[in-house]
């Protein structure tokens, strides 16, 4: 085990920027001599979230769902990277060594004792089963032990709220493309917790499109963030992929017949001794894969006649998706958020967020609260 692995990463510094943090003004009560918030007259909501769907142990301690006070994350890449993927049995006993120091942390940094915490809050799915039970049986035995309510939140609704820290006044309604390694779904967010469904991928989603292709070029894991770095030495419009259209769903993704694409042209290559630049090959991709994601929201914004537009998961934190975005957004006089990259990959700062919501409203989990690994986004589809 390296030293780097030991370490978990503190990320408060970066999640209280000014653009990742909302900073509101607070006053005492006189009662309780407990700060209260300016902006709603009442005790600050503090929410402890823990998440551990794949293979980041995070905690952090959220305000009013849009200020981080704590993030703290700890990554098992390196763990993984010899395996060239996410091993689940490995990633559950990482989780279980470290959810203990990293929830210290977590608090420590915030400065929040336990007992002036409003509520527990943890990723219940979707996710991978092992992994996921470790963060919900640790966020239920501490809920018990504090007396602290316990909030059960989607991991695909965490990604969403990562935008209400980036950007404090983000209000619904809006359309969110949400690209990770497991999802890519097209959605308006109609209000908090309720989303309706535009479009979704029928087969690869976008973050896994960039992992395989990484690999069978040899750029290794994790592979969205080697394949931005290649790309920017090659030409993206060397070579042209196919782009692709399901009949009768303007905005659904499909991203198995692109990775094809790419697989058969290096197949090709090896047959016939061509040689071509591998900067330029996934550049060519990511281009491919962009263009499409950037023309269906687009097109949906257009129809729907929506003029705000957010991005979330790790694949909002390429950086050709979010330059052709913000041209396409800007040529249109749309508005166009994303969370910092820190915020788009794994974090328990957007488990916060989510959780706050589901707080206001009351939705609170009992300690019957179990994984669910195929737990879904509730969605209402488009045409109900
Ligand atoms: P999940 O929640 O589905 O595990 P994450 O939201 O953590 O996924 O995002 C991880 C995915 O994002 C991976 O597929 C990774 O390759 C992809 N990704 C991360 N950074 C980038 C990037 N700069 N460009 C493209 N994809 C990226
Ligand atoms: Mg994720």
């Given at each position: 085990?390296?030293?780097?692995?030991?370490?978990?990463?503190?990320?408060?510094?970066?999640?209280?920027?000014?653009e990742?943090?909302?900073?509101?003004?607070?006053?005492?009560?006189?009662?309780?001599?407990?700060?209260?918030?300016?902006?709603?007259?009442?005790d600050?909501?503090?929410?402890?979230?823990?998440?551990?769907?794949?293979?980041?142990?995070?905690?952090?301690?959220?305000?009013?769902?849009?200020?981080?006070?704590?993030?703290?994350?700890?990554?098992?890449?390196?763990?993984?990277?010899?395996?060239?993927?996410?091993?689940?049995?490995?990633?559950?006993?990482?989780?279980?060594?470290?959810?203990?120091?990293?929830?210290?942390?977590?608090?420590?940094?915030?400065?929040?004792?336990?007992?002036?915490?409003?509520?527990?809050?943890?990723?219940?799915?979707?996710?991978?089963?092992?992994?996921?039970?470790?963060?919900?049986?640790?966020?239920?035995?501490?809920?018990?032990?504090?007396?602290?309510?316990?909030?059960?939140?989607n991991?695909?609704?965490?990604?969403?709220?990562?935008?209400?820290?980036?950007?404090?006044?983000?209000?619904?309604?809006?359309?969110?493309?949400?690209?990770?390694?497991?999802?890519?779904?097209?959605?308006?967010?109609?209000?908090?917790?309720?989303?309706?469904?535009?479009?979704?991928?029928?087969?690869?989603?976008?973050?896994?499109?960039?992992?395989?292709?990484a690999?069978?070029v040899?750029?290794?894991?994790?592979?969205?963030?080697?394949?931005?770095?290649?790309?920017?030495?090659?030409?993206?419009?060397?070579?042209?992929?196919?782009?692709?259209?399901?009949?009768?769903?303007?905005?659904?993704?499909?991203?198995?017949?692109?990775?094809?694409?790419?697989?058969?042209?290096?197949?090709?290559a090896?047959?016939t001794?061509?040689?071509?630049?591998?900067?330029?090959?996934?550049?060519?991709?990511?281009?491919?894969?962009?263009?499409?994601?950037?023309?269906?929201?687009?097109?949906?914004?257009?129809?729907?006649k929506i003029?705000?537009?957010?991005?979330?998961?790790?694949?909002?934190?390429?950086?050709?998706?979010?330059?052709?975005?913000?041209?396409?957004?800007?040529?249109?006089?749309?508005?166009?958020?994303?969370?910092?990259?820190?915020?788009?990959?794994?974090?328990?700062?957007?488990?916060?967020?989510?959780?706050?919501?589901?707080?206001?409203?009351?939705?609170?989990?009992?300690?019957?609260?179990?994984?669910?690994?195929?737990?879904?986004?509730?969605?209402?589809?488009?045409?109900?």
């Amino acid at each position: 085990m390296t030293e780097h692995e030991e370490r978990p990463a503190s990320l408060t510094g970066q999640a209280q920027s000014p653009e990742a943090g909302v900073e509101m003004s607070r006053e005492t009560s006189p009662e309780t001599g407990v700060e209260m918030s300016q902006e709603t007259g009442r005790d600050p909501v503090r929410i402890l979230a823990i998440e551990s769907s794949c293979d980041e142990t995070a905690a952090a301690v959220v305000e009013n769902g849009r200020k981080v006070l704590s993030s703290v994350i700890y990554s098992q890449i390196e763990t993984h990277t010899v395996f060239g993927g996410v091993v689940p049995e490995i990633a559950s006993r990482k989780h279980i060594e470290k959810i203990n120091q990293v929830v210290d942390a977590a608090l420590k940094e915030s400065g929040i004792p336990l007992r002036e915490l409003s509520a527990v809050a943890v990723t219940m799915g979707p996710g991978l089963v092992g992994p996921l039970l470790i963060g919900v049986s640790f966020a239920k035995a501490l809920a018990f032990a504090e007396d602290l309510p316990l909030l059960g939140v989607n991991h695909i609704e965490g990604h969403v709220s990562a935008n209400f820290i980036a950007h404090p006044d983000l209000e619904p309604p809006f359309l969110c493309l949400i690209v990770s390694g497991g999802h890519t779904h097209l959605v308006v967010v109609e209000d908090y917790g309720r989303y309706r469904l535009v479009g979704r991928t029928r087969d690869d989603a976008a973050g896994e499109a960039f992992d395989k292709v990484a690999r069978s070029v040899g750029l290794g894991y994790p592979g969205g963030p080697k394949v931005d770095a290649e790309a920017k030495k090659g030409n993206p419009d060397a070579m042209v992929f196919p782009k692709a259209k399901v009949h009768d769903a303007p905005y659904d993704f499909s991203f198995s017949g692109l990775k094809s694409a790419v697989l058969n042209f290096q197949n090709h290559a090896a047959m016939t001794g061509e040689q071509y630049s591998r900067a330029d090959l996934v550049a060519s991709f990511q281009k491919a894969c962009v263009d499409v994601l950037v023309e269906h929201t687009i097109a949906a914004a257009k129809d729907l006649k929506i003029r705000k537009i957010a991005m979330a998961g790790g694949v909002a934190s390429n950086s050709c998706l979010r330059a052709t975005m913000q041209e396409a957004c800007r040529r249109r006089g749309f508005t166009l958020c994303f969370p910092p990259p820190v915020l788009c990959t794994d974090n328990a700062a957007m488990i916060g967020a989510a959780a706050y919501y589901r707080y206001l409203r009351g939705e609170f989990s009992g300690l019957d609260l179990n994984a669910v690994p195929g737990l879904k986004l509730e969605m209402i589809p488009l045409d109900a």
